[in-house]
């Protein structure tokens, strides 16, 4: 990469404290990022699942909803957002005419009006979209100052209730705006790490502060993108942009559950035609989980082969998954292989190598219930 | 006294007599992080001077080994195969990779010895 490429990426608020702390800085969607801390990313990715993580997730896009309705967002999304009670959130996606998924994103219901908090990549995109889709009466803005800071793992309720008493006993998914110690938090129970957690945007000139105040607390390390990635897989959690994208369906992603009873019923949602067919008769693929029976790891581009070696599909996120110590994969078969247990082979270095379609997540899920 | 060389790929040649012994370097497996998964050629095959001998799979992404030398393959570390972690606990002692018979003894000479391997690294920031 030339001089030219770096100097173009951006930075979060939070880079000299990442640089500071050792990290190896990597490019992603467009943002100079640390992809691990000295540590290292089998450490950080088991001390998120014993302990506390703490990850800059500030290159992710925060986007302020003025003037948007539950029903003019439901002509963009599956979700049932009428049925949102304010403070709280939902897993959603943005959906072309087809039905394939633009990017996923969490809605968030909050002071009687919405927001949304999209992928990094696509956010630009996304806002685009949005504000050819809604029209000039809604206000559809990137939060720019404002950071996103995300803290995972079991013991998290614990820390942040030491700097915000009170958020230990927010309901998972639920959002609350938290003014504490002179920092105005707005502060959701959620993640992509299968832990219980929470993610907390801050004002981007007292980012630093909240993450050096969270750091210094015992049980918090920070943790980079590769132990993310690590995480997300062993939840069964979809990376956007190799998981699902615009070709892929919420059907084919297995992400159905997202599409609230209402919404398949009455329809509404780019692509429902298409999608509300694929719910009575399900699409020729569909995502599943993997497990290789050896060592290796399948990564995303590896082929999926059946007994006989055709091609039956093709992983798109894979490696190894620390809390387990195999390989775990996800990829998209043909629907008649997707039944867990089956057995298939991934084609890694040109030799097809036994694999088995297993349940997702592959770590059990431990979210906040009460 | 056993000969130590070094490649710009960042492997390590180590010859006693007509065989040597390969492994990757300490700031090989730094650069790699957490290392997951080794794959071995079989003892009995032969591989060729800088072609790929082996992989190395770090948590983020699969590199492959090549050869600093031709020859037959001895003996593989077996040990790395089932604990690859061992590669960035002691990549000179118990993470070494496998072992080959030289075709040619004098394979090392145009390879770098250690101090010339520690300015190679030194350059490369």
Partial sequence: MGSEEIAALRQTPLHALHIARGAKMVPFAGYDMPVQYPTGIIAEHLHTRAKAGLFDVSHMGQVALRGATAALLETVVPGDLAALPDGRMRYTLLLNDDGGIIDDLMAIRFGGGFQLVVNAATKEGDVAHLRARLGASVGIELIEDRALLALQGPRAAAVLARLAPGVETMPFLSCALVEQAGLSLFVTRSGYTGEDGFEISVAADRAVELAERLLAEPEVMPIGLGARDTLRLEAGLCLYGHDIDETTTPVAAGLAWAIGKRRREQGGFPGASRIQAELADPPARRRVGIRPDGRAPAREGSAIVDAAGTLIGEVTSGGFGPSLGVPIAMGYVARRYSDPGTALAVVVRDVARPARVSPMPFVPTRYYRG | ?125
């Fill in chain 2, 1 to 125: 006294m056993p000969t130590l060389r070094f490649t710009k790929d960042h492997e390590w040649v180590r010859q006693d007599g007509d065989t040597v012994v390969i492994g990757i370097t300490d700031y090989a497996q730094q650069q790699l992080g957490d290392i997951v998964y080794v794959e071995l050629p079989a003892p009995g095959t032969r591989v060729e001077a800088g072609k790929e001998a082996a992989v190395v799979e770090s948590a983020k992404a699969a590199s492959e080994v090549y050869a600093p030398v031709s020859g037959e393959v001895v003996a593989v570390n077996d040990v790395i195969a089932g604990d690859p972690a061992k590669v960035n606990a002691d990549p000179m002692g118990e993470g070494w990779f496998l072992s080959v018979k030289l075709d040619d003894p004098k394979a090392l000479d145009g390879l770098m010895d250690e101090a010339a391997y520690a300015a190679f690294v030194a350059e490369q920031g």
